[in-house]
């Protein structure tokens, strides 16, 4: 099992500094979990160490990268691999809002 908990459901880009989305990824697993990535929009995975512990829960930072348009929206991918290489995936999403004041 796999969740993730965003901070917010909005994100801006191309501010500066660079918007960051943050939130709590969370995984389970009885055989243990190996690692666990998180990924937004194209940008490269961020993984954590599983531990080989049987539920895994930790605090995430990504960067929000520039050049995306108001309304735009941008996948964030969470998935998990138990020790015997089995991948667990969740799919959500983030909007891009406007720069505003």
């Not at 895994?56 to 995306?68: I, N």
């Amino acid at each position: 099992m796999v969740s993730i908990t965003l901070d917010k459901d909005s994100v801006r880009s191309a501010t500066n500094p660079p918007d960051t989305l943050t939130g709590t990824l969370r995984a389970q697993d009885a055989d243990g979990i190996d690692s666990v990535w998180l990924q937004l929009d194209d940008e490269p995975p961020v993984g954590e160490d599983g531990l080989l512990q049987t539920s895994f829960q930790s605090p995430f930072r990504v960067v929000v990268p520039a050049g995306f348009s108001s309304g735009a929206r941008l996948p964030v991918t969470l998935e998990a691999r138990d020790v015997t290489g089995f991948r667990s995936v969740l799919d959500t999403m983030v909007r891009v809002a406007s720069a505003g004041p």
